[in-house]
């Protein structure tokens, strides 16, 4: 088990370095969904299925798939950009990951590590506290995709 | 399930697997020749009846002329993705089996045998997500073969999978409300009575289109119409490459018409015969059944399929879930 998960956690690192540096879109999202896959087989071992089956359902198999059929469609030519940006361009990415980075050091280190249980009730609980416990907040994302859903019929719409 | 599996644990799934493997590419190789012969029978002709009787040895000299073909790999493809695309879409058709209950835990030596490779209690998540993952073998082989054919036959694919999908997984929300799990186990145990079809004649309908749509059948086979795009997403291909691309058309058709039998017809339930030739009967009647729609309808034009996909077949799956919700509520 430990084997694995180290082998699939270095297929995980390495799959979404060369998605950052391949420079064809395709093959970069090749890659993000072979990352993908090892992070879901990665939850499986974790003892959260649901939660791997929803990361291959949504993220591989929705998310992905819209990336790939936009690159289809619009078949963007692989432009060659400058390697090294100064540091004008790179500041904001390193302030939100310095921010990222603090609060996983942070949970890490302050809280102690909670073993996962499998249950097969899962799905049960986790439904519970999705459309009840957190059920006003589940319907405001909803409706703000809704709007994002509406905004984007509107501004396609316009240009025909 | 608290004691380790032993060595007699392991190697029975090992059996299962390659029982099933070995299996299903027969029934697969097999299918084409049915194809072949029943659409023949359909528009009055003989169809391939000479390799055997009655051509029965055809998907034999098929293979070996598959096998001895060159493996052309044309210019200007992507070299890598066009090698993997016919793999990528064969695989997950195969991965669906593994959740698949074919008959009742057999007793044999003391011990009891599951009929089935592994009971996921999130079997029908992880159907869903094979079949989603689908998607990128028919698009990334139409995009890799740097051919205007393939590309369109590949964008094609893609659209109409990922929209049919959605229809799939909402006429399984149905379903899984009744049984009230996730495991293809429990929900072929809840139809030990009655069969799903019977309360569900409207998600059963909806599953059966989208499982057309999702094997890219007639009428569904826009990825692939040959009278305008010569063969689609796989144009490029040859010999065994092409085979895989082929064989895999044909191991969806079996794994969705297994998969149709578990949700609604009661999986291997059935009076008086043994439980697995009542599963082989109920998924061999799906198989003709494709067979015999390919031989009848036309194909749908591309806005067509779209307008039928978002605009009668998604709504009609969301009120199916809201009615079956206040059955399920108001049912003493």
Known sequence: MTVLFYLLALVATVATFLCITERHPVHAVVYLVTSFFSLAVIFYLLGAPLVAAFEVIIYAGAIMVLFLFSIMMIRPEVTEIDL??????????????????????????????RQGTVSPGEIREFARLLFQKYGVAVEIVSLQLLFALVGAHYLGGRRR | MGQMPDTLDLLITIAKLGVILVVILTLAANLVLAERRLLAWIQDRQGPNRVGPQGLLQPLADLIKLVTKEDLCPDGADRWLFLLAPAMAAIPAILTFAVIPFGPPLSLLGR???????????????????????????????WASNSKYALLGGIRGLAQLISYELVMGLSLAPVVMLARSFSLNDIVAAQADL??????????????????????????DLPEAES???????AEYSGLRFGLFFVGEYLNVIVLGALATTFFLGGWHGPLLPPIVWFCAKVSAFCFLFIWIRGTLPRLRSDQLMQLCWKVLTPVALGNILCTGWWLTIKP
């Open chain 1, 84 to 113: 090294h940006p100064g540091f004008r361009d790179w500041w904001p990415a390193l302030l939100l990951g310095g921010i990222l980075l603090a609060a996983l050091g942070y949970t890490i280190f302050s809280q102690p590590l």
């Open chain 2, 112 to 142: 009891e045998i599951p009929l089935q490779v592994v009971d996921l209690h999130v079997g029908v998540l992880f159907f869903v997500a094979l079949s989603s993952i689908a998607v990128y073998g028919v698009a990334l082989g139409g």
């Open chain 2, 195 to 220: 069969p799903f079809i019977l309360f569900q004649p409207v998600a059963f309908a909806l599953f059966f289109i989208s499982i057309l749509a999702e094997c890219k059948r007639t009428p569904f």
């Open chain 2, 228 to 234: 305008e795009l010569v063969a689609g997403f796989h």
